[in-house]
């Protein structure tokens, strides 16, 4: 068998190892070491799907580090400021957002949109996989404002 059949296993290689397990909460941290490094994976289950997801940074040491990680810098921000209770930071629902998936919805009641601009039933995604449909939706750029219903009904 000629080398340019054979296929390049070598960039799979990996050795995984776990850095933290939380059954109850259904989440692992792994960490793949490989030659040109290391990377850590928060796996786990969620409201109904297993999910792995790419950790960033290094600094990650365990689960709830990890978490926090994955959300981004406006929401923890928002979290510094309006979350009092530590127990309440990695919520789903929060005084700071609601999440849904990968998607974090911060409260932005100082906004002021022209009602005409603001879509219905729209699909919001990052790339692939099926969309969140939004009963009201805003476009900003790249920052999506959702409204609630009634505020726009009055």
């Known amino acids: 068998?000629?080398?340019?059949?054979?296929?390049?296993?070598?960039?799979?290689?990996?050795?995984?190892?776990?850095?933290?397990?939380?059954?109850?909460?259904?989440?692992?941290?792994?960490?793949?070491?490989?030659?040109?490094?290391?990377?850590?994976?928060?796996?786990?289950?969620?409201?109904?799907?297993w999910f792995v997801c790419a950790v960033p940074g290094n600094s990650v040491t365990n689960i709830v580090n990890a978490m926090e990680a994955l959300q981004?810098?406006?929401?923890?921000?928002?979290?510094?400021?309006?979350?009092?209770?530590?127990?309440?930071?990695?919520?789903r629902r929060n005084e700071a957002f609601v999440r849904q998936g990968e998607w974090f919805f911060v409260p932005a009641p100082e906004l002021v949109v022209n009602p005409k601009l603001v879509l219905r039933n729209e699909p919001i995604s990052r790339r692939y996989g099926k969309p969140h449909m939004c009963q009201l939706l805003y476009r900003c750029g790249a920052i999506l404002f959702m409204s609630v219903v009634a505020s726009l009904m009055d």
């Open 1 to 49: 068998m000629h080398s340019r059949n054979k296929p390049n296993t070598r960039r799979f290689l990996c050795s995984p190892n776990a850095v933290e397990g939380r059954p109850r909460l259904r989440h692992l941290l792994l960490m793949a070491r490989r030659d040109n490094g290391k990377q850590k994976f928060l796996c786990g289950h969620d409201e109904r799907h």
């Open 72 to 91: 981004p810098t406006e929401v923890r921000a928002a979290v510094n400021q309006k979350v009092k209770r530590t127990k309440n930071r990695l919520r």
